[in-house]
Nanobody, 119 residues
């Protein structure tokens, strides 16, 4: 089956910091990339940041310089360090793991963790 379990969301004031963590378990395929997406009320889910097994990272422009993604390949965990948070960062944050399963791309998703930034 496989699952992703997120932790670390919560309520923080603007300008503050939060750290999100995600642990993959039961995934027997090689994880190509891990990342974080977010979905605000009334909006589509959007990419926040991704990281490959080799450590290459990609960030949405809105979080560049404020968020940092890291990954531990030995533990299959990914972390998102968020700083200088803004009210517009308020959303449910989802962990994502992309694998190749039987030659086809497949994605695992976490259940989501709420991040609320108050002004």
């Amino acid at each position: 089956q496989g699952q992703l379990v997120e932790s670390g969301g919560g309520l923080v004031q603007a300008g503050g910091s939060l750290r999100l963590s995600c642990a993959a378990s039961g995934i027997f395929w090689t994880i190509n990339s891990m990342g974080w997406y977010r979905q605000a009320p009334g909006k589509q889910r959007e990419l926040v940041a991704t990281i490959t097994g080799g450590g290459s990272t990609m960030y949405d422009d809105s979080v560049l310089g404020r968020f940092s993604i890291s990954r531990d390949n030995t533990k299959n965990t990914v972390t998102l360090q968020m700083s200088s948070l803004k009210p517009e960062d308020t959303a449910v944050y989802y962990c994502n793991a992309a694998v190749t399963r039987w030659g086809m791309p497949f994605e695992y998703w976490g259940q989501g963790t709420q991040v609320t930034v108050s002004s």
